[in-house]
Each structure stands twice: as structure tokens, then as C-alpha cells.
């Protein structure tokens, strides 16, 4: 078995391995759509590029394993792609990608780093044991509206967010996320035509928020609901939720809007399904914090 960064001429095996195991549950990794167009996008836009990112397993010149890792220094967090592995050796070719991730600095050391994949994974959860990651409490469940159920959504509006709301916006998504993967400022840095927050406002006081985006396949995402304490069981949520899915399937390519919401939010789950959203997949994450010495 052989472990090395992935080669220039690589990706598309690398695409390959990833969208033949997504669809089985028992391989399915959070973070990867599930078509390969979607997934080679995705990996094109690693921030620190792909080429720089994935490690690779062969076996007798077969690739058969992949791990990739995305890193944000500011933050301190790394979110590790797979392992995804098409071997009867799972565990061994694993635990060789993550050696190797972190001797070839594909992982960068002293971050936290999280795994992220279906609950029918055992395997990823087993590795997540081994390495001394810690379940975080908790599932995700993922939901998904289709183009064609487009007629059946209800006429509600909310506002693009606008300069004046911008440290109100970072203010409340702070407080509703405090430990997220992207801070306030960092989604404005990333607002163009075809990813923008929705608000909802009174008096000009922000009440409520949501994030929505085309990811890299081509579909609608909203990454973020928040609403403000005060404001909570006042319908803010719903407005928000079907103003930014009419909008994002108002663009012809998008097939579906997805969403993920924790299981234990029955409130937001009520919510998405008299929406219309149906259940996809449940997914749990895992966290490993560096240690002191690190």
C-alpha cells in the first residue's frame, strides 16, 4: 500500500473513488454531493487547492482510497473529506491517509479537526474512536426542495441584506452560531449575484436572517436561519425560509434547495417539513481538539 499526495493527473479517479461510494450510506461522507460534477467542483474550489489538499492510497498502482482536508487558520478549524476508501482493508488504508495527510501537511497540525458523515458510516465512526475524536452531541438531518414542488410554496417576501444591517447581521449570527465555520464577515466577503442573506427587519431593528447560495453543483443551499430571541414564533423563520428558496429556484439551472438543521431542533424540522423540505439523510459529526502540547 502506497500513500502520497494525489498526483496533477489524479482528480478525476479521486472524483470517481468519491462518487461511486456516496450513494451507499454505509461510505456516505457529509461534506460531498453526489454526483461527480458536483464533487469535482467542490474540489476545484478548495481554498488551498485541491493539489495541495488530497491524499491518496494505491494498491498494486490502484488508487482506492482518498482523504482530502480543508483548513481555516482564522478560525482554527480543519474539516477532514473521508477517509473514502473502496478496499476490504478500511481501517488499515485509513489510518495510513490520515498518517499521511498529516506527514505530507495536507492536515495542518494545532487545528480542530472534524469528520463529518452518515450515521449507517460504522466505519468512519470507528476511525473517529481510534483517533480519540469526540462525537458531537447530536445528529444533522439533511432536507431537500424540489423545482417541481415550486407551485405549492406560499407568497412571502423578505429584503436583501443592505450595508446598514451589516454589523447587526454579524452581531446576531455570532450569537445564534457562536462556534460555526464561517463568521459573519466572512459570508459578506462572499456575497455575489448568486449567494446572498435574506433579512427581515422592523423598525430597523434586524429580526431575522438566512443565508442562501448556488453551491458548487449547481444546486440551492441556505447554510444559515437566524432569528432573533425576542423574535422567535412570530412566522419570521417560515418568511424567511420560502422568500429564499422562491429565490434560488428562480434561477433555472437549480434543480433542489437542501438545508441542514440539527435533529434536535424539532421546532426548525416542524417548520421545513409544512414547508414542503423532505428528509434525506441523517448525518453526525465528530471533533478532535489539538492537544496542549500542540
Not at 59 to 80: F, K, M, P, S
Not at 93 to 106: K, S
Not at 217 to 225: A, N, R
Not at 259 to 287: D, F, M, P, Q
Request: hydrophobic fraction near 40%; charged fraction near 25%; include cysteine.
Amino acid at each position: 500500500m502506497h500513500i502520497r499526495k494525489i498526483a496533477p493527473d489524479e482528480l478525476e479517479a479521486v472524483v470517481d473513488l468519491i462518487a461511486r461510494l456516496q450513494p451507499d450510506e454505509e461510505h456516505h461522507i457529509g461534506y460531498f454531493g453526489m454526483e461527480a460534477d458536483d464533487i469535482r467542483q467542490y474540489l476545484l474550489e478548495f481554498t488551498h487547492g485541491w493539489e495541495n489538499s488530497i491524499v491518496v492510497a494505491l494498491h498494486r498502482e490502484q488508487l482506492v482510497g482518498c482523504l482530502a482536508a480543508e483548513w481555516d487558520t482564522e478560525i482554527g478549524r480543519a474539516w477532514l473529506h473521508g477517509p473514502c476508501i473502496d478496499h476490504v482493508a478500511w481501517h488499515i488504508i485509513a489510518d495510513r491517509l490520515y498518517a499521511g495527510a498529516q506527514a505530507l501537511d495536507v492536515l495542518p497540525a494545532s487545528l480542530t479537526e472534524e469528520l463529518f458523515g452518515d450515521v449507517v458510516n460504522v466505519k468512519l465512526g470507528a476511525f473517529a474512536r481510534r483517533h480519540h475524536f469526540r462525537k458531537i452531541e447530536g445528529h444533522q438531518a439533511v432536507f431537500r426542495f424540489r423545482r417541481d414542488q415550486l407551485p405549492t410554496l406560499p407568497s412571502l417576501d423578505a429584503d436583501l441584506l443592505d450595508v446598514p444591517f451589516h454589523n447587526a447581521f454579524i452581531a446576531l449570527h455570532k450569537k445564534t452560531f457562536p462556534q460555526t465555520y464561517y463568521t459573519g464577515q466572512q459570508i459578506l466577503e462572499k456575497l455575489v449575484e448568486q449567494n446572498w442573506v435574506f433579512i427581515v427587519t422592523q423598525n430597523d431593528t434586524l429580526l431575522g436572517y438566512v443565508y442562501a447560495k448556488i453551491d458548487t453543483g449547481g444546486e440551492g443551499y441556505l447554510d444559515f436561519v437566524g432569528v432573533a430571541e425576542h423574535a422567535r414564533r412570530q412566522g419570521i423563520g417560515r418568511r424567511l425560509v420560502v422568500a429564499a428558496t422562491r429565490w434560488l429556484l428562480s434561477y433555472e439551472n437549480v434543480p433542489q434547495v437542501n438545508l441542514t438543521v440539527s435533529s434536535t431542533n424539532r421546532a426548525a424540522i416542524e417548520l421545513y417539513l409544512k414547508i414542503g423540505y423532505e428528509h434525506l439523510w441523517t448525518l453526525t459529526a465528530y471533533r478532535k481538539r489539538p492537544s496542549p502540547e500542540e
